[in-house]
T-cell receptor, first 116, second 113 residues
Framework: GAVVSQHPSRVICKSGTSVKIECRSL??????MFWYRQFPKQSLMLMAT?????????EQGVEKDKFLINHASLTLSTLTVTSAHPEDSSFYIC????????????FGPGTRLLVL | GQQLNQSPQSMFIQEGEDVSMNCTSSSIFNTWLWYKQEPGEGPVLLIALYKAGELTSNGRLTAQFGITRKDSFLNISASIPSDVGIYFC?????????????FGAGTQVVVTP
């Protein structure tokens, strides 16, 4: 199957700083990628749809100025958590699917964010 | 987003037993996907289903796309300790854009030797 990577795998930051998380499709191109957030013992919650060359589409209740998404190329999407606060601490996961088969989504390994 | 109804919530089984879990939806789906997630990792795709009635196997795993297109099940036969994890169903409804998935709440599987 297709491989999706994320970097960093873990990050600890101080409150008020910004953190950037990268999501890469390693062996395929992905016009669309998805960003999820997962709290302990819960399911995945879709935050936004990242579209290459255009603005991201955010789910209801997700602040676009708080969670900046940039899909700079067909293999890279970044999520920047701006002015992070402790309540932003969570597990962030991205997914991507090959353009010709987007209904099959492959997930990255996730990024654990801890805001102190 | 809208969640699918996945059951059971958790299962505690002995090694060698079979496991069965299912998901239902109020809307019609184009695709059903089953993932396994282990602690601190992203979900790993186990089986993808694309057609109503489709029955697909992946080793000891078998999943089916329900005829009504509103449900799917996953079976694990002869469970082993490494089957431990949380299993999620996910699907794409006919009204969602490509790639946008709805997720079940997950089934936690614990296998005891």
């Amino acid at each position: 199957g297709a491989v999706v990577s994320q970097h960093p795998s873990r990050v600890i930051c101080k409150s008020g700083t910004s953190v950037k998380i990268e999501c890469r499709s390693l062996d395929f191109q992905a016009t669309t990628m998805f960003w999820y957030r997962q709290f302990p013992k819960q399911s995945l919650m879709l935050m936004a749809t990242s579209n290459e060359g255009s603005k991201a589409t955010y789910e209801q209740g997700v602040e676009k100025d708080k969670f900046l998404i940039n899909h700079a190329s067909l293999t890279l999407s970044t999520l920047t958590v701006t002015s992070a606060h402790p309540e932003d601490s969570s597990f962030y996961i991205c997914s991507a699917g090959e353009d010709w088969e987007q209904e099959t989504q492959y997930f990255g390994p996730g990024t654990r964010l801890l805001v102190l | 987003g809208q969640q699918l109804n996945q059951s059971p919530q958790s299962m505690f089984i002995q090694e060698g037993e079979d496991v069965s879990m299912n998901c239902t939806s109020s809307s019609i789906f184009n695709t059903w996907l089953w993932y396994k997630q282990e602690p601190g990792e992203g979900p790993v795709l186990l089986i993808a289903l694309y057609k109503a009635g489709e029955l697909t196997s992946n080793g000891r795993l078998t999943a089916q796309f329900g005829i009504t297109r509103k449900d799917s099940f996953l079976n694990i036969s002869a469970s082993i300790p490494s089957d431990v994890g949380i299993y999620f169903c996910a699907g794409q409804s006919t009204t969602d854009s490509w790639g946008k998935l709805q997720f079940g709440a997950g089934t936690q599987v614990v296998v005891t030797p």
